[in-house]
């Protein structure tokens, strides 16, 4: 189990934009997969996006495509996040597949280490 730390701007106005990192225990590249997901209403973790290897393209929700971005470095995974609307208020969390399984990397059971959370409030 790697420990994972999120930071990042928590207020934001919707059409703004924002960025969250989560600095891990150890390099990016070696865990399968880094995820974020957010929680909303509810006790269900929703899918927002991955990446597998630093410096690779990530895949992502589709409420999100063209407004975030997830990028890697180091031991340090990004999401920047644009064009923010009120429905992207949520607690983000960062997790990290470090022991491969045959889940897929979009559900949250394929991570076995996760983040404390950060809330991120979009107002209108």
């Known amino acids: 189990q790697v420990t994972l730390i999120e930071s990042g701007t928590g207020v934001v106005q919707a059409g703004g934009s924002t960025s969250l990192s989560c600095t891990s225990s150890?390099?990016?590249?070696?865990?399968?997969?880094v995820g974020w997901f957010r929680r909303r209403a509810g006790p269900e973790r929703e899918f927002v996006a991955a990446i597998r290897r630093a410096g690779d393209t990530g895949f992502y929700t589709d409420s999100v495509k063209g407004r975030f971005t997830v990028s890697a470095a180091g031991a340090t995974v990004y999401l920047q996040m644009n064009n923010l609307k009120p429905e992207d208020t949520a607690v983000y969390y960062c997790?990290?597949?470090?022991?491969?399984?045959?889940?897929?990397?979009?559900?949250?059971?394929?991570?076995?280490?996760w983040g404390q959370g950060i809330q991120v409030t979009v107002s209108s």
């Open positions: 150890v390099p990016i590249n070696t865990m399968w997969c």
């Open positions: 997790a990290a597949d470090v022991v491969y399984t045959n889940d897929s990397p979009r559900e949250a059971r394929a991570y076995d280490s």
